[in-house]
């Protein structure tokens, strides 16, 4: 069995719950848990796939790691350790604030959704690429000029597109713009929140390809998000399974998509579409109901009220993550 890489950021026990407010006065009548008690580990040049339906908690994942809750959510409640391992040493990411955050801002970087939304329509292409340059580091503007050619290059793009806008590239073009600002200063972790969702088939190949060949150049290690179990099947090595704010089932990808053991696991896969559709597809027990509202969740296993294996004793406690199949799963009676 392989030796498991070097871990470079640890989730222990995270919860992050955002407040409900009513009336004029914004009083609190209530709170959405949006995360609830996620632990994982991202080795030193791994993919780890974080997949589940919109709402189940990835995103807000992702940018508790980044630390941008804070400021961009007002009374959100952060609890729990993320433990970057830096150069300097290992330190918790969730306590600190935003001058305490900046030394570690370079290290961790983000590439959006939305490559028509996350780009700034005034900014030029250099400006776009430079603005992480011009903050956190002390690069001339000659030598940040040299840097950005140099990324965009990279990311497959010419220096002649630098002094464009984005409103003169295509959706994939965008996204490489996306990851060109990323890698500017040098990142150790990139998180990559649905960075394909937006674009054609034919483009989701092209920029998955890139960061792989970008992995492979610089070391690079990601979290990557997404509802898209093919995709996330073609880049990652790790995959975890998030449902209403936790992780039901965490291992090893190739193991997971052939034999999958929590309930939804296996919905979530016998729903992906398939490009034969005269293939042989396994079949299971389609799930029951809509999704519960986080501000009112389930007691006990938060999927028994969907789960065609649910018993009494599932709405008694939360399945604790046990070790099956090599493996973690979040369900007593997967087998």
Not at 38 to 56: A, Q
Not at 167 to 190: C, D, M, W, Y
Not at 197 to 206: R, T
């Amino acid at each position: 069995m392989p030796t498991p890489p070097e871990s470079i950021l640890e989730l222990d026990h995270l919860s992050v719950s955002f407040p409900v407010t009513a009336g004029v006065f914004l009083r609190r009548v209530g709170e959405v848990r949006a995360v609830d008690d996620v632990s994982f580990t991202i080795g030193r040049g791994e993919t780890l796939g974080l997949v589940g339906e919109s709402g189940c908690g990835k995103t807000t994942v992702g940018r508790a790691i980044l630390n941008i809750l804070k400021a961009t959510a007002y009374g959100v409640e952060i609890s729990g350790k993320i433990l970057y391992h830096a150069a300097g040493g290992t330190v918790d990411l969730a306590p600190l604030g935003r001058r305490a955050m900046r030394p570690y801002r370079t290290d961790l970087q983000m590439v959006f959704q939305d490559p028509y939304a996350s780009l700034n329509p005034r900014q030029s292409v250099t400006q776009i690429v430079a603005e992480p340059l011009a903050i956190h580091s002390k690069l001339s503007k000659r030598e940040q000029a040299e840097r950005v050619e140099w990324l965009l290059q990279k990311v497959g793009l010419s220096a002649e597109q630098a002094n464009r806008y984005p409103h003169e590239f295509s959706g994939g073009q965008r996204q490489r713009i996306g990851i060109a600002r990323a890698l500017a200063t040098n990142p150790k972790l990139v998180v990559a929140d649905e960075p394909v969702s937006a674009l054609d088939v034919s483009v989701q190949a092209q920029v998955i390809n890139l960061l792989q060949d970008l992995q492979d150049e610089f070391g690079l290690s990601y979290l990557f998000i997404s509802h898209d179990l093919s995709v996330v099947r073609h880049i990652s090595k790790r995959v975890a399974v998030m449902y209403l704010g936790h992780i039901v089932e965490m291992g090893d990808g190739d193991t997971l998509y052939q034999r999958p053991l929590h309930p939804y696991t296996r919905a979530l896969l016998a729903s992906a579409p398939r490009p034969t559709p005269t293939a042989r597809r396994t079949r299971h027990a389609p799930l029951a109901g809509d999704i519960p509202s986080p501000m009112a969740k389930p007691s006990g296993c938060p999927f028994r009220t969907r789960c065609p294996i649910a018993r009494p004793a599932c709405a008694e406690a939360l399945p604790p993550l046990t070790v099956r199949d090599g493996r973690l799963v979040a369900c007593p009676y997967s087998e």
